[in-house]
């Protein structure tokens, strides 16, 4: 159960579009197409933003989009607003109804 | 909208028990997999446990025997038994509701800290 690998930062100008990525193996993030990506802000409770590797849940911006290939999928973020800052986890079924997280990645805009 | 509730946290000494307790309330709480989801202080989220709606249980290496999650679906609770703690389950715990092997709603967490 390692942790999903993603960068620790990722920082854009209003605008922009960023990209995080999300690397684990061919036992999780490459066996199953259950990649799910969270919004964090602290001292609040986690948002899904995507689900099933790449589906939007209602009420979710479609400036947020998602893709996999192979062992590594990625969130962008289109037009990156003020708000949009905070912590991003990405998490992957792993078999046997077991979940693994990855350390997250902290949004910074610019 | 769906609300989930933990309580239950605190201080607790090294080898200590504690008991975490989310209410859920306005979705069928029967019909869904409830997770259990801890943030460590400057850390990232880490997947603890989950309870399917037969009942069925998962762990996290890092608690498998320690911890024990169960669900109470006539009172609409998900809980979380927690014993030998160490200083490493320091941590926000959130209670999640799963949805398509995801967790739709959390709750705002509950704060466990284990020291002497």
């Known amino acids: 159960q390692s942790a999903l690998t993603q960068p620790a930062s990722v920082s854009g100008s209003p605008g922009q579009s960023i990209t995080i990525s999300c690397t684990g193996t061919?036992?999780?993030?490459?066996?199953?197409?259950?990649v799910s990506w969270y919004q964090h802000h602290p001292g609040k409770a986690p948002k899904l933003m995507i689900y099933?590797?790449?589906k939007r849940p209602s009420g979710v911006s479609n400036r947020f989009s998602a893709s996999k290939s192979g062992n590594t999928a990625s969130l962008t973020i289109s037009g990156l607003q003020a708000e949009d800052e905070a912590d991003y986890y990405c998490?992957?079924?792993?078999?046997?109804?077991?979940?693994?997280f990855g350390g997250g990645t902290k949004v910074t805009v610019l | 909208e769906v609300q989930l509730v933990e309580s239950g946290g605190g201080l607790v000494q090294p080898g200590g028990s504690l008991r975490l307790s989310c209410a859920a309330s306005?979705?069928?709480?029967?019909?869904?997999?409830m997770h259990w989801v801890r943030q460590a202080p400057g850390k990232g989220l880490v997947w603890v446990s989950g309870?399917?709606?037969?009942?069925?249980?998962t762990y996290a290496d890092s608690v498998k025997g320690r911890f024990t999650i169960s669900r109470d679906n006539a009172k609409n609770t998900l809980y979380l038994q927690m014993n030998s703690l160490r200083a490493d389950d320091t941590a926000v715990y959130y209670c999640?509701?799963?949805?398509?092997?995801?967790?739709?709603?959390w709750g705002q967490g509950t704060l466990v800290t284990v020291s002497s």
């Open positions: 099933e590797d790449s």
């Open positions: 061919s036992s999780d993030v490459g066996n199953y197409n259950l």
């Open positions: 309870i399917k709606s037969e009942g069925s249980t």
């Open positions: 999640a509701r799963g949805r398509s092997y995801s967790s739709d709603y």
């Open positions: 998490c992957s079924y792993a078999g046997s109804n077991t979940f693994v």
């Open positions: 306005r979705f069928t709480f029967s019909s869904y997999w």
